[in-house]
Nanobody, 124 residues
Framework: QVQLVESGGGLVQAGGSLRLSCAAS????????MGWFRQAPGKEREFVAA????????YYAEFVKGRFTISRDNAKNTVYLQMNSLKPEDTAVYYC?????????????????WGQGTQVTVSS
């Protein structure tokens, strides 16, 4: 079992930045690929970014390329999502997820554990 706890969400103006963190506990963190997803009101959950077990490979949704950066610190059992140039359409609950594999990809079905989510609100 892996427990995931997100933090770092909040209210920010358009053009601003936030850094989300996801702290993992319970199993060897470096065994898991990690991902970030988001869900806006009335919409389905969508893929944002993913990172492989060692941090050497990253994947992004087209709508965040060049603005968001996913990274991980296996010594701290933490994955991060640095979000820059935020837009009102980035407003959503952001979820951290762990896949019991070295690579995870974009499908939510690949992930085994989920955090409770953290709210990000971007005002115009």
């Amino acid at each position: 079992q892996v427990q995931l706890v997100e933090s770092g969400g909040g209210l920010v103006q358009a053009g601003g930045s936030l850094r989300l963190s996801c702290a993992a506990s319970g199993r060897t963190f470096s065994n898991y690929a990690m991902g970030w997803f988001r869900q806006a009101p009335g919409k389905e959950r969508e893929f944002v970014a993913a990172i492989n077990w060692s941090g050497t490979n990253t994947y992004y949704a087209e709508f965040v390329k060049g603005r968001f950066t996913i990274s991980r610190d296996n010594a701290k059992n933490t994955v991060y999502l640095q979000m820059n140039s935020l837009k009102p359409e980035d407003t959503a609950v952001y979820y951290c997820a762990a896949a019991n594999a070295r690579y995870s990809g974009r499908s939510s079905a690949n992930y085994d554990y989920w955090g409770q989510g953290t709210q990000v609100t971007v005002s115009s």
